[in-house]
């Protein structure tokens, strides 16, 4: 569909067009991030079970998932601008309306609509990355990228159930209309990737009137998504923990205090680590770091149900077991989208961004859902222990289909 526009500079931030999309982004996961633990909070307030919390961003990442896989097609038919801008109003807007209900249905309803946005939103952006930026050079433009977007879920998410607890939640939900201000740097970056698709098509038609051959996309669609399987089941197996965690860290750490320091450990490591993997990644490849990595979120979520199980929660092991799992999800994050990006052509990268992204969203959905669940019959513990079997069957799912040298 585009190709990647190779740029001189050396840094990634001074590409044309990234610092708009660093902008969108932060915007657009600032509304996200306030709203995945204080909206399943906000259906407690209004009678829901544990069930029932957990399938309001269930919800949210169902939609999310079946849109993802119409973004590409929009993007041919009406271009980056128009798509972008209408993902940051629907993810921003619906935000406004959760002020007027806390039942459960009305609460599902504007989820969907939220995910939609959202859907707008992730897939746009990873896909802009490798529009606006050289292959070799993707780890370190995924992580600054990738900063953009957990910086707000740094600071919003841990404090996003304090800031509805203690002061309002409508507060919160003011504050998660902010995608809607991203609107301006929505159409800055899609001028620029418009014109990027422009001159792409004007080259491939220059091409084909002197007779020269056009790449017409690479191989089929089979083997496109044939390629994507690992990073996507590696993507999802980190992402189902993680979605637990920050739907249900202020319900099972038995206070804001620590669900607060539990989630700041958890989104600091997240950020940290999806940012600084970036430039190991360009240098080694990311597939050696997969099943290490799995491995690691596995004992992570190990030392959370503990501080979880017999008789309340221990905070100081709850913050670290959040840690080691945050370090995990980040880098995850940066490195199966790198390794998508390398295993597709150019002009199939929009292709990868929505597989990746409907790897990462299902993931969210299904440990808020699964877990969700799993606690209302049994535990959280027992929860998020199951999450780290998933985990562990995938590092060893990414050991033994390790290809030949």
């Given at each position: ?384 222990l199951t999450t780290a079997v998933v985990c562990v069957v995938a590092a060893v799912a990414v050991v033994l289909t390790?290809?030949?040298?």
């Amino acid at each position: 569909m585009r190709r990647p526009a190779p740029q001189p500079s050396s840094s990634v931030a001074r590409v044309p067009g990234f610092r708009p999309l660093l902008a969108m982004s932060a915007l657009g996961f600032s509304g996200y991030a306030l709203l995945l633990p204080a909206a399943p909070l906000w259906a407690v307030h209004g009678g829901a079970s544990e069930g029932g919390a957990g399938l309001v961003n269930a919800v949210l990442m169902l939609a999310t998932v079946l849109t993802q896989t119409t973004v590409p097609w929009l993007l041919r038919r009406v271009g980056w601008r128009l798509t972008m801008t209408a993902g940051v109003v629907l993810l921003g807007a619906p935000s406004l309306l959760f002020m007027a209900t806390d039942q459960l249905g009305w609460l599902l309803g504007l989820s969907a609509v939220r995910g939609t946005g959202f859907a707008v939103l992730t897939v746009c952006g990873s896909s802009a990355v490798a529009a606006l930026v050289d292959g070799h050079r993707h780890g370190r433009a995924i992580g600054l990228y990738g900063l953009s977007i957990a910086f707000p879920q740094l600071v919003l998410v841990p404090s996003a159930a304090w800031i509805a607890e203690t002061l309002d939640f409508r507060v919160v939900f003011a504050l998660g209309a902010l995608p809607v201000l991203a609107v301006p740097f929505a159409v800055l970056l899609g001028r620029c990737l418009d014109a990027v698709d422009d001159r792409a098509a004007e080259a491939d038609a220059d091409a084909a009137r002197a007779g020269e051959p056009v790449d017409d996309g690479g191989p089929g669609r089979g083997r496109v998504l044939l390629a994507l399987v690992m990073p996507s089941l590696v993507l999802l197996a980190v992402t189902t923990p993680g979605g637990a965690l920050l739907t249900f860290a202020p319900q099972f750490a038995g206070g804001a205090g620590a669900a607060v320091a539990g989630l700041l450990g958890f989104t600091a490591a997240t950020a940290l680590s999806r940012w600084g993997v970036g430039g190991l990644a360009d240098r080694f490849g990311p597939r050696v770091f997969l099943a290490p990595l799995l491995a690691f979120c596995a004992a992570g979520l190990a030392v959370c149900a503990g501080a979880i199980a017999h008789g309340g929660p221990r905070p100081v092991l709850l913050v670290l077991g959040m840690t080691m799992v945050g370090v995990s999800y980040g880098s995850l994050q940066n490195l199966t989208l790198v390794a998508a990006f390398a295993a597709v052509p150019a002009r199939q990268h929009s292709t990868a961004s929505a597989v990746w992204n409907i790897g990462f969203d299902a993931g969210t959905g299904l440990g808020s859902l699964v877990v969700g669940f799993i606690a209302a019959g049994t535990s959280f513990s027992v929860g998020l222990l199951t999450t780290a079997v998933v985990c562990v069957v995938a590092a060893v799912a990414v050991v033994l289909t390790r290809p030949s040298r």
